[in-house]
Structures are given as structure tokens and as C-alpha cells.
Nanobody, 120 residues
Framework: QVQLVESGGGLVQPGGSLRLSCAAS????????MGWYRQAPGKERELVAT???????NYADSMKGRFTISRDNAKNTVFLQMNSLKPEDTAEYYC??????????????WGQGTQVAVSS
């Protein structure tokens, strides 16, 4: 059973920074990609950023230039550095690991979430 454990959330003032961590219970290279999603109250879960096994990254438009996804292969950990935080970034942030097996067979694993609140 894959386990993803997030940490690093908290309360921060507008303009501040936070760094989220996601520790996987197995090698991150066993996944096709890993990423971060977020869900604000009353809204659907949305993509924040992803990073593939090859190291390619993808960001939602509203996060480009402010958020950076990275990984530490040796520690099986993925990070999300969030800068210039805005109140609208307030949400529960979830780590995701995606595993592609073959056409029609894919799996998504999720962490328990970590709360980020941006407020003065």
C-alpha cells in the first residue's frame, strides 16, 4: 500500500512563503509522475503542479512564477515551494502519485492533505 505523507502547511501572511513536503513510502521512480493538488472550501480539487519521472514539470497558470515543484530522489520526497502567497491560495493541499501501468490501467494515490491558510 502506497503511503504519501504531507507536511509543511500552516498559517502565513499574504506575500509570505511556505514549503510543503510529501514523503512517499516507496521510490518515487515507481510512479509516472508526482504532484500537488489543492481544494478550497466549496470548490473542486485543482491541479497545482506535477513533476514526471524524467523531471519535466507542469504548473497551473495561476501558480507559474510563484510555486516550484522539486524532488529529492534519495529521500523519496517531493516538495512544493510556494512564494508570494495570496489569500486565494488558502486550501487543503494534497500530494498525488500517479502510476501508469499500461493502456487503460492507471492508479492514483493520495496523501491525507495539509492545510495552508493565507491571511493577515
Amino acid at each position: 500500500q502506497v503511503q504519501l505523507v504531507e507536511s509543511g502547511g500552516g498559517l502565513v501572511q499574504p506575500g509570505g512563503s511556505l514549503r510543503l513536503s510529501c514523503a512517499a513510502s516507496e521510490s518515487i521512480f515507481s510512479f509516472s509522475s508526482m504532484g500537488w493538488y489543492r481544494q478550497a472550501p466549496g470548490k473542486e480539487r485543482e491541479l497545482v503542479a506535477t513533476i514526471t519521472t524524467a523531471g519535466s514539470t507542469n504548473y497551473a497558470d495561476s501558480m507559474k512564477g510563484r510555486f516550484t515543484i522539486s524532488r529529492d530522489n534519495a529521500k523519496n520526497t517531493v516538495f512544493l515551494q510556494m512564494n508570494s502567497l495570496k489569500p486565494e491560495d488558502t486550501a487543503e493541499y494534497y500530494c498525488n502519485a500517479h502510476r501508469w501501468v499500461r493502456v487503460g490501467v492507471e492508479y492514483d494515490f493520495w496523501g491525507q492533505g495539509t492545510q495552508v491558510a493565507v491571511s493577515s
